[in-house]
C-alpha cells in the first residue's frame, strides 16, 4: 500500500467519524426540550386528531410541532417532577407558544389541571 492509499484511507475514516459525530449531536438536540404545555379541552373528546385518531383525554397522547406520531416522550412537570410518557398523535400549530399539549388524564398525572399550564420537560424515549 503506498502513501496516497493510506491518505485517502485517513480522510475517508475523519469524514466518516465527523458525520456520525454529527449526527449524534442531532439526534440529541432533537431528544430533549423545555418549555409550556397546556391540556386539551374536554370539547375535543372524540374529535379526530391530526393523525386520524380520535382524542381520548382518557389516553395517554400529546400534540407537539414536529415529532413524528406515535413517538413516545416522557413529559415531566419541572415544578414537581412528575412524570408521565406520552404518544404524540397530534400536531401543535406552528404558533402555538406550547411546547406540547398534553391529554386530561396526562395533565392530571403531572398534577397541573387546576392552572392549565405548566413548564415541562420532555425527553424522547427510545
Known sequence: MNSL????????VIV???VVLGMAG????QTAEEGMANF???SFQGKKTASGEPYDKDGLTAAHKK????TKVKVTNVANGKSVVVTVN?????SSPA????????????????????????????
Open 5 to 12: 492509499d493510506r491518505k485517502k484511507r485517513q480522510r475517508i
Open 16 to 18: 466518516v467519524f465527523l
Open 26 to 29: 442531532v439526534a440529541a438536540a
Open 40 to 42: 386539551y379541552n374536554d
Open 67 to 70: 415529532l413524528a406520531y406515535g
Open 90 to 94: 397530534d400536531r401543535l400549530g406552528a
Open 99 to 126: 411546547v406540547i399539549d398534553v391529554t386530561r388524564r396526562a395533565a392530571e398525572e403531572l398534577d397541573f389541571v387546576k392552572s392549565g399550564r405548566t413548564k415541562v420537560k420532555l425527553e424522547v424515549v427510545k
